[in-house]
């Protein structure tokens, strides 16, 4: 059983991306968010034709009420990314993964808030499949929806900024990845 009061951490990085320490979560956030390790996912459909988008939380410190690739979230200090993102399919979204794909490896972006709140990160970029319909938490995930892969980009480019600024700064660099 987890101790449910322990804060979670996240990996500081150092400009060459190097770990130089760890700060709360609940505090990492803010006008001068420090660089740090975080990972992002996206998951398809068996058929690798639909991708599941999320709708972040309410609740969430940047970007609430925003669509985003299928989840995000930060490796703890000594956990490898590919165990993060396998732990945060379960807590996010109830389900378990197969096989992953690390897609970009060396995705780093910044992006700032209308209110001042950034977010500054090296995030690894994961693809998987996943065959059902998952079961969010709701403190993370306010709704989500299946989407075709062929008709995304015309949805973002349509109204961008319903979308989270690294989902759409991902967006393409996978496609290439994926042939289109």
């Given at each position: 059983?987890?101790?449910?009061s322990?804060?979670?951490l996240?990996?500081?990085l150092d400009e060459?991306?190097q770990p130089?320490?760890?700060?709360p979560?609940a505090?990492?956030?803010h006008?001068?968010t420090?660089?740090?390790?975080?990972?992002?996912?996206?998951?398809?459909?068996?058929?690798g034709?639909?991708v599941?988008?999320?709708?972040?939380?309410?609740?969430?410190?940047?970007?609430?009420?925003?669509?985003?690739n299928?989840f995000?979230g930060?490796?703890?200090?000594?956990e490898a990314?590919?165990?993060a993102?396998?732990?945060r399919?379960?807590?996010?979204?109830?389900?378990r993964l197969?096989e992953?794909?690390l897609?970009?490896p060396?995705f780093?972006?910044?992006?700032?808030?209308?209110?001042g709140?950034?977010?500054?990160?090296?995030?690894?970029v994961y693809?998987?499949?996943?065959?059902?319909?998952?079961?969010?938490?709701?403190?993370?995930?306010?709704s989500?929806?299946?989407?075709?892969?062929?008709t995304l980009?015309?949805?973002?480019?349509?109204?961008?900024?319903?979308?989270?600024p690294?989902?759409?700064l991902?967006?393409?660099l996978?496609a290439?990845?994926?042939?289109?």
């Amino acid at each position: 059983m987890s101790d449910v009061s322990q804060e979670e951490l996240v990996v500081l990085l150092d400009e060459s991306g190097q770990p130089c320490g760890t700060a709360p979560k609940a505090t990492v956030h803010h006008e001068s968010t420090p660089l740090h390790l975080a990972f992002s996912c996206w998951l398809f459909d068996t058929a690798g034709e639909q991708v599941l988008l999320t709708r972040r939380a309410a609740a969430k410190r940047t970007w609430p009420l925003v669509w985003t690739n299928s989840f995000c979230g930060h490796p703890a200090p000594d956990e490898a990314v590919d165990e993060a993102v396998r732990r945060r399919a379960g807590d996010e979204l109830g389900v378990r993964l197969g096989e992953l794909h690390l897609e970009l490896p060396d995705f780093r972006y910044t992006a700032r808030m209308a209110d001042g709140v950034s977010e500054n990160e090296v995030c690894p970029v994961y693809t998987a499949t996943l065959g059902n319909d998952p079961v969010p938490d709701p403190a993370e995930v306010d709704s989500f929806v299946w989407v075709p892969w062929s008709t995304l980009f015309a949805a973002v480019a349509d109204d961008p900024e319903r979308y989270s600024p690294w989902m759409r700064l991902q967006l393409p660099l996978l496609a290439a990845k994926r042939g289109g």
